[in-house]
């Protein structure tokens, strides 16, 4: 079966300094990938997604990236973080050519803070 | 481009009352039609979809049919129960993969 992994599950980091958020996902092959925001008291806000290695869609103009280095694997990254990066990321994976009905199958998200 | 408009919540039942809510959408081509639950702390589990108009998707009581005519996908269930609070999200997928998502609506049961 595929599961799809976040870490850290948790994290508190200062304004300006750097991050990485990891997911990954076991039992699948090419999957697409997305990375999601979740405000305090909002809706989810589309990230970044991913149809293959190195192939990086972004959604919104921000101070953070993405990477695909690996078929499976999803990082996001900030060289310097802001207040307004404090959310709840979520990672999130779908089947590749499955036809237009993809469903997405969510990690458990990481709790950013940014103080 | 794409886009979903929820019911903004939050939304306050009593156990067994009748669920409504709303969601519309925007979009170019045939998109599928999602709706995610969200239990407390944790992430979002797919609740039911649809692909094409007039389908009906339905799991644990729920149900919400595809309305192109409308471009509406509400979401309904007859009897609540206070397991299902939770935030509930609208969604929608394009055809180049990318999915959007309505701001969510809260739902509480009370006994």
């Known amino acids: 079966s595929q599961t799809i992994h976040q870490w850290p599950a948790t994290l508190v980091q200062p304004v300006g300094s750097p991050l990485s958020l990891e997911c990954t996902v076991e039992g699948t092959s090419n999957p697409n990938l997305y990375w999601y925001r979740q405000a305090a008291g909002r809706g989810l806000q589309l990230l970044f997604y991913?149809?293959?290695?190195?192939?990086i869609s972004s959604e919104v103009p921000q101070n953070l990236s993405a990477s695909r280095p690996q078929d499976r694997q999803f990082i996001l990254s900030s060289k310097k973080l802001l207040l307004s990066d404090s959310g709840f990321y979520l990672c999130?994976?779908?089947?590749?050519?499955?036809?237009?009905?993809?469903?997405?199958?969510f990690g458990p998200g990481t709790r950013l803070t940014v103080l | 481009g794409n886009s979903v408009t929820q019911m903004e919540g939050p939304v306050t039942l009593s156990e067994e009352a009748f669920l409504t809510i709303n969601c519309t959408y925007t979009a170019t081509g045939y998109p599928s039609l999602f709706w995610y639950v969200q239990y407390p702390g944790e992430g979002l589990q797919l609740l039911l979809k649809a692909t094409k108009a007039d389908d009906k998707g339905s799991n644990k009581g729920f149900e919400a049919t595809y309305r192109k005519e409308t471009t509406s996908f509400h979401l309904e269930k007859g009897s609540v129960q206070v397991s299902d609070s939770a935030v509930y999200f609208c969604?929608?997928?394009?055809?180049?993969?990318?999915?959007?998502f309505g701001a969510g609506t809260r739902l509480t049961v009370k006994p």
């Open positions: 969604a929608l997928m394009g055809n180049n993969n990318d999915m959007r």
């Open positions: 999130a994976w779908s089947v590749r050519g499955a036809g237009k009905a993809d469903t997405q199958y």
């Open positions: 991913s149809v293959g290695i190195g192939q």
